[in-house]
């Protein structure tokens, strides 16, 4: 669909959709350049402050995905006017604003309107130095790939809307998605990183695959390497798999290949769409160690080497 519309050529704009970049990059004539981005979802827990805190971590994400810090935001609000209290709204806006105080960012102000099926989420703005921008293209012929944050909590919570879910599913993947991925962000400047996506609606293979493409080289992706929610692998096998699972290997249909020897809960977990994942950082094996080892020193425990890559083959990305 962006297809049909025509790229910008203000050579201000560092970074649009052409990529498939978490957000856009716009520089000023001096001073730190602009990021910014807009994400909103419906519920994914009957708890509509813990609600607030994911949409809210989540937004944030793809500034931080983006190797910038986020400074303002905007609330932005779907509501049902007669079936739902607005004490909830209330709940909702106060978890929102939590994260975004956790992140360091100031709420400014939003836009609500009437809608039939409740929405959530935030536009935000952050700032970086022109020359720092860290994108979605640049992986390297060599690199290996490290992930932050343990995966498949669209599983988990597919399986808590049947209650289907143990307590300890839920606890991790909630406990995931408020995470802010403001720590793993800022560890990971201090290397040469020379890519990075955070992992959300397209799942692990979907941003992988974006990676790939906008780099022109495979990415060789280990199974049983990839940090798992507790309960994740059993609830796919068991079938808890959302919407957005099937369309993802639908639309990664011959860009990705998984090998016939990966588990069916493992290759349903990669799939799986994720809400406020982590960050998925490109860099060189000399330094990757080091950036795992100081990830689970300040508390990132999922921190994982994932995967490796190499040059084009006849698939973007390989799930072996």
Not at 159 to 168: I, M, P, Y
Not at 183 to 188: D, G, N, Q, T, Y
Not at 219 to 229: C, F, G, R
Not at 301 to 308: N, S
Request: proline content about 5%.
């Amino acid at each position: 669909m962006l297809s049909a519309i025509p790229p910008s050529s203000d050579d201000r704009v560092l970074v649009d959709f052409r990529t498939s970049d978490d957000a856009g990059v716009y520089r000023w004539e001096s001073g730190p350049a602009l990021v910014q981005t807009v994400d909103f979802f419906t519920p994914i827990v009957d708890d509509p402050y813990t609600f607030g805190q994911i949409a809210a971590a989540n937004a944030l994400s793809d500034v931080y995905a983006m190797g910038a810090d986020p400074i303002t935001a905007l609330n932005i609000v779907g509501f049902p006017r007669d079936t739902l209290d607005l004490k909830i709204l209330g709940e909702i806006l106060k978890g929102g604003g939590e994260r975004a105080r956790a992140a360091g960012a100031v709420v400014i102000g939003g836009h609500t309107i009437i809608d039939p099926e409740l929405k959530y989420g935030m536009a935000v703005t952050g700032v970086v130095h022109p020359d720092r921008v860290i994108r979605n293209v640049g992986v390297r012929d060599g690199d290996v790939l490290v992930l932050t944050k343990p995966l498949g909590t669209g599983i988990v919570t597919t399986a808590l809307k049947q209650r289907k879910a143990s307590r300890t599913s839920v606890r991790a993947a909630v406990a995931s998605m408020v995470a802010l991925n403001g720590p793993a962000s800022r560890l990971a400047r201090r290397f040469a990183v020379h890519a990075c996506s955070d992992v959300t609606g397209f799942g692990l293979l979907g941003h992988a695959a974006e990676m790939a493409m906008g780099s022109g080289i495979t990415l060789m992706l280990d199974s049983s390497a990839m940090p798992l929610l507790p309960g994740a692998r059993r609830l796919a096998e068991q079938g808890f798999l959302t919407g957005g699972c099937r369309r993802n290997r639908a639309y990664l249909e011959g860009k990705v290949i998984v090998e016939a020897g990966v588990p069916e809960g493992l290759r349903e977990v990669a799939f799986d769409p994720q809400t406020s994942g982590g960050l998925l950082l490109a860099l060189s094996p000399r330094v990757a160690d080091r950036l795992v080892r100081k990830l689970r020193a300040n508390g990132i425990d999922a921190a994982t080497i994932v995967g490796r890559a190499c040059a084009k083959r006849d698939a973007w990305v390989f799930l072996t």
